[in-house]
């Protein structure tokens, strides 16, 4: 590969010849440099003139301009030496007679590469350096011999050492180009580098955040934050409050200073910006006070929370330099307000919720205060009276009842048109303020803003006479109650009431109707007082009645055979009842009859029931009227007597000349044998009982006579019998 010297070289222009190019095909313009040290000949019909062109590795150029000077390419490869001709009397190529052509150049040598373009920083390590500063040259070849210019400057400028110092710059911006020059005085490929030169950075502005004084300016405030504004891109800034201490780095663009000490506080502040350059110290002083004032007083002209039209609410406890407002009814916003009262008119009519702050002249509100108020423009209502008996009437214990009483208000009355109205208390008028008889009393009220109510009248009658004691009864005329009973209450006056007690002990109850029922009372003994109290209060003397409840239900009873077995009855024979209370009554049916018969004495002879079965029913009722829970019996009433029986008698083989019967007897009755031994007393026939008795006996025989008994006790006809010695048995 060729050396873009080389190319450029092979063929030298004839005639009028083209701008030379660099190897990349861009034209290339010659810097113009004068041989012999910038030093022109005098020769004006032609002039020799030497321009360095700079060719770069990348193929750029960087030029000179001649005007009307046709150059051409006569050596070199990196810095490319040009020579350039004026012709006189015209330009290059147009005139008559053109110039001879040059001889053939010489061979070029081959070059070394040019050198790289060096690293360019600043001491700062940014943009910007102030005059103490400097850009640091690093050669991509130590020690070699560099240059620079500085912005548009067609001059280059011979660097020294390793640095260019901000001192040789202006304030303001540059572009800083350095280039290496090898041994053969080529340009390398520049670097570029922008510097702004700054010698001097402003103080920052200092201001408070929220100047919450009364003024905008004035420099009071409860917000100790100040505001650092001016502050250079890239700078950074230090603080420190009232002188003391170190100098601290700030944060952001505020200063906060707290609130532990009042008053006059100070805040000073200084920037370095990237330049280096540090300022002149910022500084600001106000009044600093984050205490809240006390909360005000609030007040009414009345001393009561109640104002009318002519009033005012009094606010007092406000500071000098303070002001307050107030909100009404919590209107979503407090208004400010000015002297020491709120006249009562930006009240509502009726009840009112005050709330009162006070704000001192740094801004700090104190606590809020809240009254209750209520403004009355109105006269209020009338008054009710009422007696305490809710009738016309009342007596010494009674009183005139005096109600709708406004708040705050005072009340007055008087009895038959008296010439002086009495101031009442509390809210009733006492009997002993009233004549025996008929009375009218008057009462009207005055409120807590002086309005006066309309009057009210009351027709009262003062009775003093006690009524009589009531008169008692028992609902069956006896002094025992079951649980449907009651006691009769009588003799009450019309429009009286009643109550009554039990024991001596307790509250007295009210009475309902002219009744006590049983259901009122204890079960047992019962002391009963019984008061009326008339329409006009009085009570009477009190009545008392012994009365004795009963309100368990008797058992029920048992019933006992008698006379006959446990299910059959004889016509001798009764059922008999235990468990009969005294004085109780009990009823029975037989065989579920409809109707209950009524039961005499304590027993059911065999003759009130059926013969054959029977089914019985029996209960009793106490003398409280209660009923027994219900007993049944089964049982069969036999009255008639059993069929004669008949007797025989069975012999049995014996031994000779004995006379005693070995075998005893049968007897047979209705076909059936029973054995007769002799010496046998009882014998049973039919679950009946029966004897054989001993008539006579003569020549070895015996006579026994038999009778029997059934089983309801009712005696058979009798059979006799004789048994000889044989053990013969004959009828008798």
């Not at 100047?211 to 603080?239: C, F, I, K, M, P």
């Not at 909100?327 to 005050?354: I, M, Q, T, Y």
């Not at 009162?356 to 801004?363: F, K, L, R, S, T």
């Amino acid at each position: 590969m060729q050396h873009p010297s080389q190319a450029a070289a092979q063929t030298p222009p004839t005639g009028a010849s083209p701008a030379p190019r660099s190897p990349a095909g861009r034209p290339m313009n010659p810097r113009k440099r004068p041989i012999d040290g910038d030093q022109a000949g005098d020769d004006a019909a032609s002039e020799t003139v030497r321009c360095e062109m700079q060719v770069m590795s990348d193929g750029s150029t960087e030029d000179c301009e001649h005007p009307g000077i046709a150059p051409w390419l006569v050596s070199g490869a990196g810095g490319l030496t040009l020579a350039m001709m004026g012709l006189a009397g015209g330009g290059g190529g147009s005139g008559a007679g053109a110039p001879a052509p040059s001889p053939a150049p010489s061979p070029v040598p081959e070059l070394p590469p040019l050198a790289a373009a060096p690293k360019l920083s600043t001491s700062t390590g940014g943009e910007a350096v102030n005059g103490t500063g400097h850009v640091q040259v690093q050669l991509a070849e130590p020690g070699g011999r560099w240059v620079y210019r500085v912005d548009a400057e067609t001059r280059w400028r011979e660097g020294t050492g390793t640095r260019i110092d901000g001192s040789t710059l202006t304030e303001g911006l540059h572009a800083v180009v350095v280039a290496q020059v090898d041994a053969q005085g080529r340009h390398g490929d520049p670097a570029t580098l922008a510097v702004r030169i700054d010698n001097a950075v402003a103080p920052p502005a200092l201001a408070l955040k929220q100047d919450t004084g009364d003024s905008s300016s004035d420099g009071l405030t409860r917000d100790g934050t100040v505001q650092v504004s001016g502050l250079e891109d890239g700078a950074a800034w230090w603080y420190r409050v009232d002188g003391i201490g170190e100098w601290q780095s700030g944060q952001g663009s505020e200063v906060q200073v707290d609130g532990g000490r009042q008053g006059t506080r100070t805040v000073e502040v200084y920037q370095i910006d990237a330049a280096g350059n540090r300022s002149e110290v910022g500084q600001l002083s106000f009044e600093l006070d984050t205490l809240a004032p006390q909360a005000p007083g609030v007040t009414t002209s009345t001393g009561t929370d109640l104002i009318g039209v002519n009033d005012a609410v009094r606010i007092d406890g406000i500071e000098s330099g303070s002001h307050w407002e107030y909100s009404v009814n919590d209107d979503g916003s407090f208004h400010a307000a000015e002297g020491g009262a709120l006249p009562a008119g930006v009240l509502k009519e009726g009840a009112n919720v005050l709330r009162v702050v006070q704000v001192d002249a740094a801004g700090n509100r104190s606590e809020v205060v809240e009254r209750a108020i209520r403004y009355d423009t109105t006269a209020p209502d009338g008054l009710v009276l009422t007696t305490s008996t809710s009738t016309g009437e009342i007596g010494a214990s009674g009183e005139v009842r005096v109600a709708g009483i406004d708040p705050d208000a005072a009340w007055f009355f008087r009895v038959n048109g008296a010439e002086t109205w009495t101031r009442g208390t509390g809210s009733t008028v006492p009997a002993s303020a009233l004549k025996e008889g008929p009375n009218t009393i008057e009462a009207y009220q005055v409120d807590g803003v002086g309005l006066n109510s309309p009057r009210t009248n009351l027709a009262v009658t003062l009775d003093l006479t006690p009524p009589p004691a009531p008169m008692l009864q028992s609902s069956n005329g006896t002094d025992l109650l079951n649980a449907n009973g009651f006691v009769n209450v009588t003799a009450l006056e019309g429009g009286a009431s009643w109550a009554y007690r039990l024991n001596g002990q307790g509250e007295w109850i009210a009475g309902d109707g002219g009744r006590i029922p049983a259901s009122a009372l204890h079960n047992g003994d019962n002391a009963i007082e019984v008061r009326q109290t008339d329409s006009a209060g009085n009570v009477g003397a009190v009545a008392t009645l012994q009365v004795r409840v009963d309100l368990d239900a008797p058992e029920a009873l048992a019933v006992q055979v008698t006379g006959g077995a446990q299910d059959a009855l004889p016509m001798s024979g009764a059922l008999t009842l235990q468990q009969l209370e005294p004085g109780a009554t009990w009823r029975y049916r037989l065989n579920g009859e409809t109707v209950w018969r009524v039961g005499t004495g304590d027993r059911l002879d065999a003759s009130a029931l059926q013969e054959g079965a029977n089914d019985i029913e029996f209960f009793q009722t106490d003398t409280s009227g209660h009923d027994s829970g219900i007993t049944r019996l089964s049982v069969t009433r036999d009255s008639l007597a059993p069929d004669r029986p008949d007797l025989v008698t069975r012999d049995e083989q014996r031994p000779a000349g004995d006379q005693r019967v070995r075998q005893p007897a049968r007897e047979s009755a209705g076909g059936r044998a029973h054995d007769l031994g002799v010496p046998r007393q009882r014998w049973r026939l039919d679950g009946g009982a029966g004897e054989i008795h001993q008539l006579s006996g003569a020549s070895g025989k015996r006579q026994h006579r038999r009778s029997a008994a059934d089983r309801c006790g009712g005696e058979c006809e009798r059979n006799r019998f004789t048994v000889g010695a044989a053990g013969h048995a004959g009828a008798g």
